[in-house]
């Protein structure tokens, strides 16, 4: 098979088409990030195609489209010791006369969008597959009532979930209009719907409350898209396959199974995932990462349709020569035709 660029082998995985080999990405905290830099002594780490082309990645992601807004703007952040954010606070929205609080950024602005066209014309001429990040309102939505008022209005003011939920639909759907034609080749939607031991609402009421809303959000997508959510999914699946998105990740090992997802959806999206990070990336051997990364290109990848990736993203406990080691192994066992 003739040698593809970056871009055209993370599409091609998209479309569940083979490419000339497994296409790798990933997330870096930035602790893991240093580490990944002071080892292969990256000269420019802060220009993202010499960081991606020098750890052997195959695209590179803008995650600012929506602005750090979408975060925290209706929440209570709270700030630990080390001086980190967490978002699971106490919501500013906690009745239907706090809506009229909810004013959102005015994206006809034409300098809303500065940042992000920066970023294209800067990187739009490299090899890489560029995508840009959002979220489709679900988790904003809890982190706007707080999630102890979301989970008890869940059975006594599901209206007011709704109506939250509708204010960050909206303006999503402008967001995502306008951000589809700066330059980007792909979508990618996180909205965390479950733990690791189910779906944070039962599947009916994810259902009747939430799928409607994302069907709307994928109804206005034009570019090819991916879905993420954390957690066991497995239950929400089928309602989640009805929103016609081309690829899936993580498959968050160990409280999903994607081998068995793989001979159940396999050959309908591009799988991306999943390599342990409760074990194998943080405390296993390079040999131990060496197979599983080998385990699942030859479950996974044969067919095409497969991106290889960490089972959420690079955590500061991931050891630097074992995120090495699963970039050297995709490529090792990654060229088509599958052959392992």
Known sequence: M????SRQRMLAALQCEKPDRVPVFDWFTSNSRQGIIATLQIDNPDDEIEFAKAVGFDAISYGDIQGKFMATAFCKVLIDADGGEHLQSEGRIHSHDDLPKMKMPDVSDPSYFDDAKRYVDRYGDSDL?????????????MYSLG??????KIFDDVKLIEAVLDIYSEWNLCVLEKAQDIGFDFV????????????????????EIFIPHLKKFA???KLPWVFHSCGDTSLLFDDLMTLGFNGYNPFQPPVMDIEAMHDQYGGKICFWGNI?????????????VEQEVKQRIAKLAPDGGYILSTANSIIDSCKTENILAMIDAAKKYGEYPISI
């Open 2 to 5: 003739n040698p593809m660029t």
């Open 129 to 141: 597959a560029m995508f840009f990040m959002m979220r489709t309102g679900i988790m904003n939505t």
């Open 147 to 152: 999630f102890n008022d979301f989970c008890l």
């Open 188 to 207: 990618f939607a996180c909205d965390d719907v479950a733990w690791n031991t189910g779906s944070i609402v039962s599947p009916q009421t994810f259902k």
């Open 219 to 221: 109804a206005a997508i």
């Open 276 to 288: 342990d990070l409760t074990y194998t990336l943080s405390y296993g051997t390079t040999e131990e």
